[in-house]
């Protein structure tokens, strides 16, 4: 499928956050530590979301939607492995490592291997799920867990992983004793599953700081949760607001989630503000460019890095992006290139200096976020302009199109 966008259209209205995929995703790991029936309220409609359900099934949840909350029983759980076809839909699946593990005392999931955006190992994840004392062997592309128990332990991470805070956090919550996390994931999502995990029944304590302390308890139980906003989904709109010369009032919108992008933002000549009613963004003036640094939270995300930049082609002056913790990131410059952005590339860091005008022209999305920031550029090119592979943006956002159109845009969606 493609998206056909008819650039120029200012943008203006209202429109409501999604729930996070990036919350959602591993809170439905979680679900199967439960045992019980967990109901998520604000569950976004996502391909992530509809592989994670799969993947549930798959293991013997039964999962069904009721209106807009999705409802997961783990008291039927009976598998503990996750073959190759289910796994590859999602490099992300590698955070039910440690719900399986801990729930069934064994756990095979295909390698998740490299993807568009670099190698993402999982080192660090099963090294720290070894020092709870599981055993790990690497057979025929299958990563196969194993342990008697889960001891608690003292844990540093070399580097604030998110999808490990997260692995571990649900290894630890029915760990036997306390697991300390050391240099851990401070990411607002971390958070939510943390928040998740306690209305389960989790010990858990220290949460969105750096040093996270988990006593383990025999059970968990069923809860109804409510997932955070999507902060990316909402900066993503900012920034479509920014890119259109455009106003839009956000509702649910996580604005302290959000100040390192809001910062950048504003400093770029945009107006952001709470409301009463919601964040509401505008720009005033022309936009300036800025240099931005990608870092784990509460730097600048690099999940936002493509959207920027797409605001920076169309900024004066110039401005530097360094990205920091993904080693192939940059892949929507070439087709930034060819809707006439002036960008240059040196190692991780992209040099864009701002030109009055894009064109429409057809583009290939290789990457969510990717995807993302050449959405934002077809809206302000002159011309139509077709995204290719959008399947990438639909694992992510919401109908993104008919979010879009309700406020003024003018995207069709074809079959490629
Ligand atoms: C999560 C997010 C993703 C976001 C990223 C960074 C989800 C589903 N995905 O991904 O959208 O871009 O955080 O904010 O929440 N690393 C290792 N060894 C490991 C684990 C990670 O070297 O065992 C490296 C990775 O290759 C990468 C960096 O650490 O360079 C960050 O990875 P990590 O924080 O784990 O990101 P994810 O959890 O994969």
Wanted: hydrophobic share 40%; proline share 4%; charged share 20%.
């Amino acid at each position: 499928m493609s998206l056909m966008i008819e650039g120029g259209r200012r943008l203006s209205g209202d429109l409501t956050v999604q729930g996070a995929k990036n919350s959602v995703l591993p809170i439905l790991a979680a679900c199967i530590l439960s045992g019980d029936v967990c109901v998520l309220q604000r569950c976004p409609h996502l391909e992530d979301v509809d592989t994670s359900i799969d993947i549930l099934r798959h293991l013997g949840c039964a999962v069904r939607w009721n209106g807009p909350d999705l409802e997961v029983d783990s008291s039927t759980l009976t598998r503990w492995n996750i073959p190759d076809r289910l796994m590859h839909r999602m490099r992300s699946s590698v955070v039910f490592l440690g719900a399986i593990l801990a729930r069934c005392g064994q756990a095979e999931l295909s390698y998740p291997g490299g993807c568009a955006i670099g190698a993402r190992p999982v080192d660090l994840h099963l090294s720290a799920l070894e020092k709870m004392g599981a055993r790990f062997d690497l057979e025929d592309g299958y990563i196969l867990g194993r342990c008697r128990k889960l001891n608690g332990a003292h844990i540093h991470f070399d580097f604030p992983t998110v999808g490990g805070t997260e692995n571990l956090l649900m290894a630890a919550a029915l760990a036997d004793g306390e697991t300390i996390l050391e240099n851990a994931a401070r990411e607002p999502e971390v958070v939510d599953l943390a928040r998740f995990l306690i209305a389960c029944g989790a010990r858990i304590e220290g949460h969105g700081t750096s040093v996270i302390r988990i006593q383990g308890v025999p059970r968990l139980g069923g809860c109804t949760y409510r997932i955070m906003p999507d902060r990316i989904e909402a900066g993503t709109l900012l920034a479509a607001a920014g890119i259109t010369d455009g106003e839009l009032l956000l509702t649910d919108c996580p604005f302290e989630e959000l100040d390192a992008v809001i910062a950048k933002m504003r400093q770029m000549g945009m107006e952001i503000e709470p409301t009463a009613d919601g964040v509401l963004a505008r720009r005033s003036c022309a936009l300036r460019g800025v240099d931005v640094t990608t870092q784990p939270f509460p730097g600048f995300p690099t999940d936002m890095q493509a959207q920027i930049m797409s605001l920076m082609c169309l900024s004066e002056g110039s401005g530097v992006i360094s990205e920091t913790i993904f080693e192939n990131r940059f892949m929507h410059v070439q087709e930034l290139v060819r809707m006439g952005a002036d960008i240059r590339l040196s190692g991780h860091t992209a040099i864009i200096r701002g030109v009055q005008r894009l064109a429409g022209a057809p583009v290939m999305a290789s990457d969510l976020r990717a995807s993302a920031s050449l959405v934002l550029a077809g809206l302000a090119a002159k011309g139509t302009t077709t995204v290719q592979r959008i399947y990438h943006l639909d694992r992510g956002y919401e109908h993104i199109e008919n979010k879009l159109n309700a406020v003024g845009a003018r995207i069709r969606r074809e079959a490629e």
